[in-house]
């Protein structure tokens, strides 16, 4: 598919993230990644197509690595995704509440667990994005007289507005 080419394009043209998936499958490693791209729009909006380290698992145990200070993440100066550290929880869900042009956070508690925290902002327009791609939804807000108020979500470039 495009985002599997896409990707692939971004593997081939950098030695660096190719010589730390080597490195990587010959540790047992699986390096795991966000493809993000102004191509490949979903909610956001990217400036540049890039692969960003999200994770990587030791295959032999299972168990996830610390990705910010692996050697072959620093030997190969590997793009991570942004670590944030907090200890108040409360903190993160009234952050959650006002932050936008973010997706969210992999919450990762002391036991291990792993949820996932979206920001109410990303929430909406998720489910906006999802609902416009289908005729009876954008018919239904032109019906209800919503339909400004759908294309005042989405940001004045995306070409999503051309359509609703």
């Known amino acids: 598919n495009d985002q599997t080419k896409l990707g692939q394009q971004v593997y081939d043209s950098n030695v660096n993230i190719q010589n730390f998936v080597k490195e990587t499958i010959d540790l047992d490693l699986v390096a795991i ?6 191509l490949n729009q979903v909610v956001l909006k990217y400036p540049k197509t890039e692969l960003t380290l999200l994770q990587i698992r ?4 299972g168990e996830y690595l610390d990705i910010y200070s692996n050697p072959l993440v620093l030997k190969y100066n590997i793009k991570c995704v942004n670590k944030y550290e907090v200890t108040n929880l409360d903190e993160l869900m009234k952050l959650a509440e006002t932050l936008e ?3 969210g956070w992999v ?3 002391e036991d291990g667990m792993l949820i ?3 920001v109410l902002w990303y929430v909406k ?3 906006l994005v999802e609902k416009i791609s289908t005729e009876n939804f954008i ?3 032109i019906v209800e007289n919503q339909i400004d108020d759908a ?3 989405l940001d004045i470039n995306d070409s999503r507005r051309v359509i609703i």
Not at 33 to 38: R, V, Y
Not at 58 to 61: A, F, G
């Open 116 to 118: 996932k925290l979206k």
């Open 33 to 38: 990644w966000e493809l993000t791209s102004n």
């Open 125 to 127: 327009l998720h489910g």
């Open 107 to 109: 919450i990762e508690f």
């Open 151 to 153: 294309i005042s979500e």
């Open 139 to 141: 018919m239904k807000l």
């Open 58 to 61: 030791d295959q032999n145990t």
């Open 101 to 103: 042009n973010i997706e």
